[in-house]
């Protein structure tokens, strides 16, 4: 990445942007302006066309706010957040982002912003050339994981599985446990029925509600469907299922813990 830094401004607020454009213009050896967005939507388009190397965003916007803009983007640039918020509410995205500034931006918090786009590229730069230093963490990787931690995660209520020609809509209320053997997942159902899944343990721990819990490295279970609890060797637990067979599914060690805490025991 080399300077000046394709970059996008991206606010609702005309007058917002003009004063950004007035204070970047003097540092024009460092941004070159190539578009401006009048709000989220606009923002997307701009950035996936562009695919720019940093912008400014305001948070508040029609259409779509800085946070849904970036959450749509299939490109993440550096981004500079300059927003209306006051500096408490701001803090938390601080260390996602290359900087903030606040409303109105003055030239002197901007010469800041500045040194800081610059110490990044040149500790890129640095690491790069170095086999032996790890490469600089992008801020927009900070970003995407802050986003997504933000998002809502998408309320399930039964899981598809393929028997014979036909998908089956097996509920969340009637399955027991979850079981990877080999490199197959199998869900189990409290009447005792066994169907093969097209999903990973760990993509199951991800998508299903918290009452699911990881017990092994292979084994997902429900947690309300759980009758028994004993203690087994090495701090594992051994727990008797609710399901026709009263299943015992040994629990891993390392994840003693938190069924200590599920149980609160």
Known sequence: MNFPLTTLLIDDEALAISRLKRLLSKFDNCFDIIGEAGNGAEGLS???????????????????????MLSRL???????????YDQYAIRAFEE??????????????????????????????????????????????????????????????SISVKTGDKIKLVPLSEIAFFEAEDKYVFLSTLDGQKFL????????????????????????????????????FDGKFLLVMADKKATKVQTGSTYGDAIRRLMEI
Not at 58 to 64: A, G, N, V, W
Not at 131 to 139: F, G, K, R
Not at 203 to 229: G, Q, Y
């Open 96 to 157: 996602h982002s290359v900087d903030y500034l606040l409303k109105p931006v003055e030239t002197e918090r901007l010469e800041r912003t500045v040194q800081k786009i610059r110490s990044f590229i040149d500790l890129s730069r640095s690491s790069a050339a170095d086999d032996d230093v790890p490469p600089a963490l992008h801020p927009a990787d900070n970003l995407m994981r802050m986003l997504e931690q933000m998002r809502p995660k998408k309320e399930i209520y």
């Open 197 to 232: 899944t097209s999903y990973t343990v760990t993509t199951l721990a991800d998508k299903l509600p918290e009452t699911f819990v990881r017990v092994s490295r292979s084994t997902l279970v429900n947690s309300h469907k759980i009758n028994e609890i004993h203690r087994h």
């Open 74 to 84: 299939t490109y993440m640039p550096m981004v500079v957040f300059a927003t209306a």
């Open 46 to 68: 701009l950035v996936e066309a562009k695919r720019p190397d940093l912008i400014f965003l305001d948070i508040e916007m029609p259409l779509l706010n800085g946070f849904e």
